[in-house]
T-cell receptor, first 115, second 114 residues
Framework: AQSVTQLDSQVPVFEEAPVELRCNYS??????LFWYVQYPNQGLQLLLK??????LVKGINGFEAEFNKSQTSFHLRKPSVHISDTAEYFC?????????????FGAGTRLAVHP | NAGVTQTPKFQVLKTGQSMTLQCAQD?????MYWYRQDPGMGLRLIYY???????DKGEVPNGYNVSRLNKREFSLRLESAAPSQTSVYFC?????????????FGPGTRLLVL
């Protein structure tokens, strides 16, 4: 079984400051890793995903994430945030073996960017 | 190209009433999913359809049924609504059922059961 822990439920930050949203996971099998973003009153959309290869993954809107296998983490970072980045961010995993697309989500981190 | 659409956007039910949430995708995707989103719990999978003609239970299937009507449409039915089913419901689709594939989400249905 898999589980995902997002270590911060809310992260307040000022505009143009850097931000890191933390995600740890637990799994008995290898997993793919995802970050999804949910803007207010909208559905989720993919920010980035790690499948294999380089552990640093770049996504849309200037976000990037680093996969750390030894620490079972997949933290999301952005060097300079904008007001428009205010949203809820979800980390998720999907098992590699078995060939099925079952996403297991964390509880979410609400990012609030202040002017 | 509308992507994934859901109807209705909002619904209020009384305990014991029934309703069907509709979902359609125009991306020719094979796999479709229903999730519920509750505060502090992220999204949890209710049912999924790996391909047209198949459906299977997810993490929280009790109290729900689904129908994969055709390749485009996947509906979720609440036969006898309960207050515990108050939630935001999201439909999603993906091209295939492999773990690396991106899921595309609809805008959600907000359901209140009184």
């Amino acid at each position: 079984a898999q589980s995902v822990t997002q270590l911060d439920s809310q992260v307040p930050v000022f505009e143009e400051a850097p931000v890191e949203l933390r995600c740890n996971y637990s799994s008995s099998v290898s997993v793919y890793l995802f970050w999804y973003v949910q803007y207010p009153n909208q559905g989720l959309q993919l920010l980035l995903k790690y499948l294999s290869g380089s552990t640093l993954v770049k996504g849309i809107n200037g976000f990037e994430a680093e996969f750390n296998k030894s620490q079972t983490s997949f933290h999301l970072r952005k060097p300079s945030v904008h007001i428009s980045d205010t949203a809820e961010y979800f980390c998720a995993v999907s098992p590699i073996s078995g060939g099925y697309n079952k996403l297991i989500f964390g509880a979410g981190t609400r990012l609030a960017v202040h002017p | 190209n509308a992507g994934v659409t859901q109807t209705p956007k909002f619904q209020v039910l009384k305990t014991g009433q029934s309703m069907t949430l509709q979902c359609a995708q125009d991306m020719n995707h094979n796999s479709m999913y229903w999730y519920r989103q509750d505060p502090g719990m992220g999204l949890r999978l209710i049912y999924y359809s790996a391909s047209e003609g198949t459906t299977d239970k997810g993490e929280v299937p009790n109290g729900y049924n689904v129908s994969r009507l055709n390749k485009r449409e996947f509906s979720l039915r609440l036969e006898s609504a309960a207050p515990s089913q108050t939630s935001v419901y999201f439909c999603a689709s993906s091209e295939g059922f492999f773990g690396q594939e991106t899921q595309y989400f609809g805008p959600g249905t907000r359901l209140l059961v009184l």
